[in-house]
């Protein structure tokens, strides 16, 4: 469906915050490209896009500084994550307005986090929660499709479940990133984890809180533990899924691992076994017939 213009009313409601809950943001995964080595001094630069009327898309509506094609299929295509994320996990739908703030260049949203979220570490892109206000910052770069995805079902899942361990909503939000014809498969993790030494350990990884603990390699093991779980059998995605109900009503349910160890003696073990089929798979379908 194509973008349409917010109308006035929608959009001075949307920036009025709402409730002074403890913020809770979920980046996407480390990336050492956005290091501008001068930020912007003048103030108007630490302004969030909104020159331009906002858009409206579905959930979203889009605030920016510069002209959007509103026939990019890409518009389409989030417009569409509610329905494939929400129905592959068994959540119920939301009507939660997802604030989107797209900048034109890295140092515009460089010089914008680092001025407002001085001590958020540097990401593509974040989505931050507060209270019932959910906002989403990125910029037009060429990872801009994966980021919206990604950040965008952090939005989702916000929405609709009290909250959702780092690991997981990291794992989760890696599994949606991708384009959907990809059912879930980043390529790029699976060749990164079966070609060298990989010991998981989902233990550990349930641990973690804080986002600065969160690097390359707990993005990836966060989101292999995903891919296993939906996708291995019908006993382990029936496991996530069970969990992802409990966390509609809980905030603290538990680590998720004694679940796993009712279906599998070593969970560890049977993470690197999927591993191991699934890019054997992979291999299989990339040789020449």
Same mark, same amino acid.
């Given at each position: 469906?194509?973008?349409?213009?917010?109308?006035?009313?929608?959009?001075?409601?949307?920036?009025?915050?709402?409730?002074?809950?403890?913020?809770?943001?979920? #980046?996407?995964? #480390?990336?050492?490209?956005?290091?501008?080595?001068?930020?912007?001094?003048? #103030?108007?630069?630490?302004?969030?896009?909104?020159?331009?009327?906002?858009? @409206?898309?579905?959930?979203?509506?889009?605030?920016?500084?510069?002209?959007?094609?509103?026939?990019?299929?890409?518009?389409?295509?989030?417009?569409?994550?509610?329905?494939?994320?929400?129905?592959?996990?068994?959540?119920?739908?939301?009507?939660?307005?997802?604030?989107?703030?797209?900048?034109?260049?890295?140092?515009?949203?460089?010089?914008?986090?680092?001025?407002?979220?001085?001590?958020?570490?540097?990401?593509?892109?974040?989505?931050?929660?507060?209270?019932?206000?959910?906002?989403?910052?990125?910029?037009?770069?060429?990872?801009?499709?994966?980021?919206?995805?990604?950040?965008?079902?952090?939005?989702?899942? @916000?929405?609709?479940?009290?909250?959702?361990?780092?690991?997981?909503?990291?794992?989760?939000?890696?599994?949606?990133?991708?384009?959907?014809?990809?059912?879930?498969?980043?390529?790029?993790?699976?060749?990164?984890?079966?070609?060298?030494?990989?010991?998981?350990?989902?233990?550990?990884?349930?641990?973690?809180?804080?986002?600065?603990?969160?690097?390359?390699?707990?993005?990836?093991?966060?989101?292999?533990?995903?891919?296993?779980?939906?996708?291995?059998?019908?006993?382990?995605?029936?496991?996530?899924?069970?969990?992802?109900?409990?966390?509609?009503?809980?905030?603290?349910?538990?680590?998720?691992?004694?679940?796993?160890?009712?279906?599998?003696?070593?969970?560890?073990?049977?993470?690197?076994?999927?591993?191991?089929?699934?890019?054997?798979?992979?291999?299989?379908?990339?040789?020449?017939?």
């Amino acid at each position: 469906m194509p973008l349409m213009p917010v109308r006035p009313w929608l959009a001075l409601a949307l920036a009025i915050p709402i409730g002074c809950a403890p913020m809770r943001t979920a #980046p996407t995964e #480390p990336d050492s490209t956005i290091r501008p080595e001068s930020l912007p001094r003048s #103030p108007e630069a630490y302004l969030p896009p909104g020159k331009l009327p906002p858009l @409206r898309c579905g959930n979203y509506v889009f605030y920016h500084d510069f002209e959007l094609d509103p026939h990019d299929p890409l518009w389409a295509e989030l417009e569409a994550l509610p329905d494939q994320v929400f129905g592959e996990l068994e959540l119920p739908p939301s009507n939660t307005i997802v604030q989107v703030y797209l900048f034109e260049t890295a140092e515009r949203y460089e010089g914008y986090m680092h001025a407002r979220y001085p001590k958020l570490p540097t990401r593509r892109a974040y989505m931050i929660a507060a209270g019932n206000e959910v906002k989403v910052f990125t910029w037009m770069g060429e990872h801009l499709r994966t980021d919206l995805r990604h950040e965008l079902t952090h939005a989702l899942l @916000r929405s609709v479940l009290k909250d959702v361990p780092l690991w997981l909503d990291e794992g989760l939000a890696g599994f949606f990133e991708l384009p959907p014809e990809s059912a879930g498969m980043n390529e790029q993790h699976l060749e990164q984890l079966t070609r060298a030494p990989f010991e998981p350990n989902l233990e550990r990884l349930e641990k973690i809180v804080e986002v600065n603990d969160m690097q390359k390699a707990e993005y990836r093991e966060a989101w292999a533990w995903v891919h296993m779980m939906l996708r291995d059998n019908p006993a382990t995605r029936r496991a996530l899924l069970d969990y992802l109900q409990v966390l509609r009503t809980k905030e603290r349910p538990g680590p998720i691992l004694p679940r796993l160890k009712e279906q599998f003696a070593d969970p560890n073990f049977a993470l690197h076994r999927h591993l191991m089929r699934e890019a054997a798979v992979f291999s299989r379908a990339q040789s020449p017939r």
